[in-house]
């Protein structure tokens, strides 16, 4: 038996440190390579480590809840001889790193694949470890065999979701949820108190009803947004969504204590030192639009009706993420990195969604979203919903952005003044869709109305591009039949 100690390894892209969330082993236990050591938490997600030897452990050198720097001493496990030689970070890339776009283009309908720390031995079996060529040792899922390639393994098929789950995610009118801002916020919550039903008389088919009295939503407080002024499913949904979103309907009992202290660490003091960093290094300008998007509303139902896209979660948003990557290629310097020494223009859209997350706010992006048909861009936003519901975003999916979505309508807000994503110079907010009065050929009439704001690097983007840009992706949401342009 030989003793071997496992330091913390770069898990994503110039990690420096991390904290230990929560040991899965403690001394005595016996473990085998890939078995999930413990849980740490980097500035951007959650990640499992697997072993790197098989052996028993003999002292755990860092407790629960302390942060250490990559390269710490974490474990100490009694390993055979002949066990694997980690691969020291940098060397190779962990799995599920996006390195192709063409490659990414093709798998992002599918679960995207973690770094090696998240292997799901209970979810999808891992074949036997094919022995080293030289030395006999295994191969360790992510990190891999020194001098060697890593291995490509077929990526797990999204998986199939209960009833319940697509009434708690699918987005309604006002914002059709955001791919995860919404549903990572309020996902499932239902409201504390329902109000005593009115006697206004309301149009809902008998499914809607049940669906209605399921969720605890009283379908008199629901904006009908049928044609004959029926309520919707949707209607239901979104109402019920908006409502979890304030989950202290109920307001909690201030503790004993007079103040509660905080720790700032992990992802809340990365987004602190990205918020800062953007705020007061790229000068920002804003501007906004109001938009008559009752066309768009059409089309969403017309593709949840088809059965091209069958099972797929369909909403607003989708049409707007469709329409900023139309507007980018009109406008390409807002699709743009700041160097300071030079200007990046990047000639495809990596496109960020703001995902408001019960660990807070992280940015995953679509690689290649360009390239992406109508459905496949569907698909990879409602797996980019399941993995950051899960909290199994990594680093490599939040990586590389190029140009960021943020769904402000997930939450009922009409509009606001986003920050940029640092290392990008476009961010575009989506307000809440509601029903207003809007002038048609001189007469006012009901429609489906929201706000498009977005905020631009100044130092990069000047005020006719923004405008420009602005207004293209304005005009693809009154009229997405410009999509086939």
């Known amino acids: 038996m030989t003793v071997s100690e496992f330091p913390l390894p770069d898990v994503g892209e110039g990690l420096t440190e991390a904290e230990i969330v929560h040991w899965k082993v403690a001394p005595g236990d016996a473990v085998r390579v890939n078995q999930v050591l413990v849980e740490i938490e980097t500035a951007k997600s959650l990640v499992e480590l697997p072993s790197p030897f098989a052996g028993t452990v003999s002292e755990l050198l860092v407790e629960e809840g302390a942060t250490v720097e990559v390269g710490t001493p974490i474990i100490r496990v009694d390993s055979a001889a002949g066990s694997i030689e980690l691969q020291a970070p940098g060397d190779e890339e962990p799995t599920g790193h996006v390195t192709d776009r063409a490659d990414a283009r093709h798998t992002a309908p599918t679960e995207p694949s973690a770094p090696a720390p998240v292997a799901d031995a209970a979810e999808a079996p891992q074949p036997a470890a094919p022995a080293a060529e030289e030395g006999g040792g295994a191969v360790l899922v992510g990190y891999g065999t020194k001098g060697g390639h890593a291995s490509t393994r077929r ?130 300008v804003s501007v906004f639009s109001d938009v008559n998007a009752t066309r768009t509303m059409e089309f969403v139902k017309r593709l949840k009706a088809s059965p091209q896209f069958a099972g797929i979660r369909v909403s607003p948003l989708l049409v707007m993420a469709k329409a900023v990557i139309w507007a980018v290629q009109r406008n390409p310097s807002v699709n743009s990195t700041w160097t300071d020494q030079e200007i990046v223009v990047h000639h495809y859209v990596n496109l960020g969604i703001a995902a408001a997350t019960p660990r807070g706010l992280i940015v995953p992006n679509l690689k290649d979203a360009q390239d992406m048909s109508l459905r496949e861009l569907a698909q990879a936003l409602e797996q980019m ?42 961010i575009v907010a989506l307000g809440a869709i509601k029903q207003k009065p809007w002038v048609i050929d001189g007469e006012v009439r009901p429609a489906f109305v929201t706000t498009v704001g977005a905020s631009f690097d100044h130092r990069v983007v000047d005020g006719d591009v923004a405008s420009r840009f602005t207004a293209d992706i304005a005009a693809v949401l009154e009229e997405p039949a410009l999509l086939l342009d």
Do not use: C, Y
């Open 155 to 284: 990526r797990r098929p999204a998986r199939p979701e209960s009833a319940q789950a697509d009434a708690a995610e699918a987005a309604g009118a006002a914002a059709e949820g955001a791919p995860a801002g919404a549903e990572a916020a309020g996902q499932g919550a239902r409201p504390a108190s329902v109000p005593a039903a009115s006697a206004t008389p309301v149009i809902a088919k008998p499914p809607i009803r049940k669906l209605a009295k399921d969720l605890g939503v009283d379908l008199a407080t629901v904006q009908a947004t049928g044609l004959v002024g029926e309520i919707t499913r949707d209607d239901v949904i979104r109402h019920a969504q908006q409502a979890s979103v304030f989950r202290n309907i109920e307001t909690p009992e201030w503790g004993e204590e007079r103040e509660e202290r905080i720790p700032v660490k992990g992802v809340r003091k990365a987004i602190a030192a990205a918020m800062v960093k953007s705020a007061f290094t790229a000068p920002h």
């Open 385 to 426: 919903t399941l993995t950051a519901r899960d909290g199994k975003t990594q680093p490599a999916e939040m990586a590389n952005g190029t140009i960021t979505i943020t769904n402000l309508g997930s939450f009922g807000m009409d509009t606001g003044t986003p920050i940029l994503n640092p290392g990008e110079v476009g």
